[in-house]
């Protein structure tokens, strides 16, 4: 893990993928020890390779948000390995896409469960520390959907509009004691590497995940609590 692991702030990215979740991992890798979260052990062995490669502090930690004990024994790693996480930045988010007609039960509730539910759990799972040190930060990825639900947003919408009303509450709640919780709407397509889209003014990860690293060091006297992200194009 290296010798300089349990002297930086410990940031955990949960939903680690080749888009944003990379380019979050890598941006918060310059300053803090990153643990790396996500379903797929082959995406986070290459992203975590990547940090290291690069000199910074990197753990994997896989996990499916949507079950408890997965996520407690992941945050339980962490702690163990690099220590109680400073920063927890929460990207997982996936829905079917659909109308009412189209949406079964079952897919409502598995769109609800990563990205509402295993909000609740990661930020269940640092939340003490973060008060007991009197400072932290918790960063949630939002989306469109979750300001204005589309037609084909039946799940994901209801979903993304949960994660919002989570930020707000924990904002409320922990802000007073030091802990830094703000929502991030992310208002358009992002570009990920393989999956180009023509035509279209895209979102770069880079970009994304340097605004992050922004808020996240922001100070008390001017916090962000909601924003919006989206291409100097894009309409609105």
């Known amino acids: ?137 918790m960063l949630f990825t939002g989306a469109t959907a979750g300001v204005k639900a589309g037609p084909k947003s039946v799940a994901f919408g209801p979903a993304k509009f949960a994660t919002r009303g989570l930020a707000q509450s924990l904002a409320r709640d922990l802000g007073p004691r030091g802990v830094h919780v703000a929502w991030i709407e992310i208002d358009g397509v992002i570009r990920v590497p393989g999956r180009e889209l023509p035509g279209m003014e895209l979102l770069e990860p880079d970009d994304i995940a340097e605004t992050y690293w922004q808020i996240a060091h922001q100070p008390k006297s001017a916090w962000t609590n909601e924003t919006q992200l989206r291409p100097f194009k894009e309409k609105f």
């Open 1 to 137: 893990m290296g010798m300089n692991a349990r002297t930086k702030d410990v940031a955990v990215v949960v939903g680690v993928g080749p888009g944003t979740g990379a380019s979050l991992a890598r941006r918060f890798a310059a300053d803090h020890a990153v643990a790396l979260v996500a379903r797929s052990a082959d995406s986070l062995r290459e992203i975590a390779g990547d940090v290291r490669a690069r000199g910074g502090v990197a753990l994997e930690a896989p996990a499916d948000v949507t079950s408890p004990r997965e996520v407690a024994g992941a945050f339980a790693k962490i702690r163990a390995e690099l220590g109680a996480p400073v920063v927890l930045v929460y990207n997982a988010g996936s829905g079917t896409w659909g109308t009412i007609a189209d949406m079964t039960a079952d897919q409502f509730e598995a769109t609800w469960r990563t990205n509402a539910f295993g909000a609740f759990l990661c930020a269940k799972e640092v939340a003490g520390d973060m008060v007991a040190r009197g400072r932290g930060v």
